[in-house]
């Protein structure tokens, strides 16, 4: 079936390095995708987006990536900060249904 | 600031029983959604509405129903609660035309 997903379900940074949390989809008709951070004990906040006719966008810190070749998504975080330690999920929409499917999730862990 | 609010972080039931899992927003969101969210599985929409009254299932409906009264309000109900639906539950919300969901702080449901 169709499925959005990460490659890897932890990864563990020093803090003040850039961190890259990628995630594939398989949807080809995806047209809106989001990451959202979830820090424990909440619910996942809305990072940034980015629609399907961009390949980049920038927003305080962190940059969304659009390969729509390869159909992969990646979250750039840079200079990362313990605060940034979380689940990420990336989401994609298509204009046919309106409802976001969800990636499993991944785990970042800041290192002081 | 959008606030989506669920009536109850932690609830502990028994096999058998009803539950009710209530959700408001204070934003006049069009669109509201109930997800749970299980280790390695991610997020998984159960149901999500557009409009009073409207409800659309989601990808695992089965054991779920929802009721949708008033715009503010989206409730998930448990008609016969098993174990295998032990879970944290996300209720969401969003504008129309819009994939940004906001998210509530999750009830965690234990079922005995």
């Known amino acids: 079936g169709e499925s959005v997903g990460l490659h890897l379900p932890t990864l563990s940074v020093q803090e003040g390095d850039n961190s890259i949390i990628n995630c594939a989809y398989s949807?080809?008709?995806?047209?809106?995708f989001i990451w959202y951070k979830q820090e424990s004990g909440k619910g996942p906040q809305f990072i940034i987006d980015i629609r399907s006719n961009m390949d980049k966008r920038q927003g305080q810190r962190v940059t969304v990536l659009l390969n729509k070749t390869v159909k992969h998504l990646s979250l750039q975080i840079a200079a990362t900060q313990p605060g940034d330690s979380a689940v990420y999920f990336c989401?994609?929409?298509?204009?046919?249904?309106?409802?976001?499917?969800f990636g499993k999730g991944i785990t970042l862990s800041v290192r002081p | 600031d959008v606030k989506v609010t669920q009536s109850s972080r932690y609830l502990v039931k028994r096999t058998g029983e009803k539950v009710f899992l209530e959700c408001v927003q204070d934003m006049d969101h069009e669109n509201m959604f109930w997800y749970r969210q299980d280790p390695g599985l991610g997020l998984r929409l159960i149901y999500f509405?557009?409009?009073?009254?409207?409800?659309e299932k989601g990808d695992i409906p089965e054991g779920y129903s929802v009721s949708r009264e008033k715009k503010e309000r989206f409730s998930l109900i448990l008609e016969s609660a098993s174990t295998n639906q032990t879970s944290m539950y996300l209720c969401a919300s969003s504008p129309s035309g819009t994939g940004e969901l906001f998210f509530g702080e999750g009830s965690r449901l234990t079922v005995l």
């Open positions: 989401a994609d929409l298509t204009g046919a249904n309106s409802k976001l499917t």
């Open positions: 949807n080809s008709a995806s047209d809106y």
């Open positions: 509405s557009y409009d009073v009254k409207m409800k």
